[in-house]
Nanobody, 123 residues
Framework: VQLVESGGGLVQAGGSLRLSCAASGTISNINSMGWYRQGPGKERELVAGVSTGGMTYYADSVKGRFTISRDNAKNTLYLQMNSLKSEDTAMYYC??????????????????WGQGTQVTVSS
């Protein structure tokens, strides 16, 4: 499985970006998907996730601002990020699990991992 992120960039605080993650390879291995981020000097953080059944998870820091979605026909995961803040500056990584459940998505390490896309929010 290969995961390729795109859509990152430089944006002013208050602005929006939409990240995309295109999956290829043995797609049948992918069930739950999500987005992590790691900012400068910070630990990796699970930002959002979506289970096979469409249940979603959001970190408290992004609730109400970020929306995760997936287009299974296009094998693509999205992260719509609105009202961006300087603290959202990070490398954003797409991740995928063989697991179907949201519980496992939030408690276990991913099975597949992308190379990341940089998001920089200027204040």
């Amino acid at each position: 499985v290969q995961l390729v992120e795109s859509g990152g960039g430089l944006v002013q605080a208050g602005g929006s970006l939409r990240l995309s993650c295109a999956a290829s390879g043995t797609i049948s291995n992918i069930n739950s998907m999500g987005w992590y981020r790691q900012g400068p000097g910070k630990e990796r953080e699970l930002v959002a996730g979506v289970s096979t059944g469409g249940m979603t998870y959001y970190a408290d820091s992004v609730k109400g601002r970020f929306t995760i979605s997936r287009d299974n026909a296009k094998n693509t995961l999205y992260l719509q990020m609105n009202s961006l803040k300087s603290e959202d500056t990070a490398m954003y990584y797409c991740a995928a699990w063989r697991s179907h459940t949201l519980e496992e998505l939030t408690t276990t390490l991913y099975d597949y991992w992308g190379q990341g896309t940089q998001v920089t929010v200027s204040s």
